[in-house]
Structures are given as C-alpha cells and as structure tokens.
C-alpha cells in the first residue's frame, strides 16, 4: 500500500487499497482503456457463451486426438491454449475484483456508519480511486476517529456498551417478572 502524507505523517485510510492497478487510475488514457477491456472481459468469461465456447475448443480438441495420433504436439496444444488464457486471465480479474472489494467495503461503511443507509453509494464500482479515497475518508471523520485504529477501538467500546445496556434491560425484566 501506498501512504499518502497527512497531518499526523501516516495514512489513516489504510483499510483502503491503495493500489496501481488500472481500475482506479483515470487520469491516463491507457489505463482508461485497461479497465474498460479487462470489465469487458470479465463479464464476457462469466458467460454461457464462453462456457460453451471453452467446451467446444475441449471437445474439438478431443475428436482430433486420433488425427494427430495423441501425439506431443497434441498434448501441447491444449496445454499452451489454457496456460496462456489463464495466465492473462489472472490479471484482467484480479483487476476487476481489487476494484470490486474497494466499493463494497465502503458500501458496508456506509451502512456501519449510519443508522439508515442511502442509496447513494449504488455504482461507486465505477468511481476512481481517488474518489473512493475521498469518501472512505470523509466515513472515517463521521466517526471521529481520526485513524482506523481509533475508530476500532471506539466500536469495541460501543459494543461492550451494547452488551452491557443488554444485560441491564434483561435482568430488569427478569426483576419485573419477578415482582408481578
């Protein structure tokens, strides 16, 4: 993770990725072009017609078997075939997936943070990085914790809190039956 400089020298947004993948960067127009390919890709490989795609190469490649006499070169085709899509394949997704768990973190923040959630926060897969930078930020100071650590030290106490206002209602209540 990148840090960014703030007052206090560290950056207090670190339950955000920071990260160089192309999905957050805007500014370049290669990587603009990066993020709308590998999007694309990702939808089109979690298609039925990939799917059919893929088992059609298998079965072609399987029927030509006994042309080819079940030779090395064979063999190598296939293996060479899904190497490669893998291997690029990797990449394209772990790009659209980094992006992905930035947006619903801050949509879970969102909900954490307020006791009814907006919809505002609908599409932000498609916001840049420093935009989701912005509003992690801005989630961050509606708590009044001024780093993360300290945010999650005050949700510790407000649960112990929780449990114990709970535990003070139940035994009221047991007292009440009690007395009536």
Not at 32 to 47: L, M, P
Not at 53 to 74: E, Q, R
Not at 98 to 103: G, I
């Amino acid at each position: 993770m990148r840090t960014e400089p703030s007052g206090s020298g560290t950056d207090p947004l670190v339950t955000v990725p920071d990260t160089s993948s192309t999905a957050y960067a805007t500014r370049h127009p290669i990587t603009r072009v990066f993020d709308a390919f590998a999007s694309a890709v990702t939808r089109f490989a979690g298609s039925p017609v990939a799917f059919g795609l893929a088992v059609i190469c298998i079965v072609v490649w399987i029927i030509t078997g006994p042309i080819f006499h079940y030779s090395d070169g064979w063999q190598l085709v296939i293996n060479t075939g899904t190497t490669i899509v893998t291997f690029l394949m990797v990449f394209l997704i772990q790009q659209s997936q980094n992006k992905d768990s930035v947006a619903l973190h801050l949509k879970l923040n969102e909900l954490i943070a307020t006791s009814r959630a907006s919809n505002h926060m609908i599409g932000i897969e498609d916001a840049s990085e420093e935009e989701l930078r912005r509003l992690a930020a801005a989630y961050l100071q509606m708590t009044g914790a001024t780093n993360v650590k300290e945010a999650a030290e005050r949700h510790k106490e407000l649960q112990r809190a929780e449990k114990e206002a709970k535990a003070q209602a139940e035994q009221a209540g047991k007292q009440t039956e009690g007395a009536g």
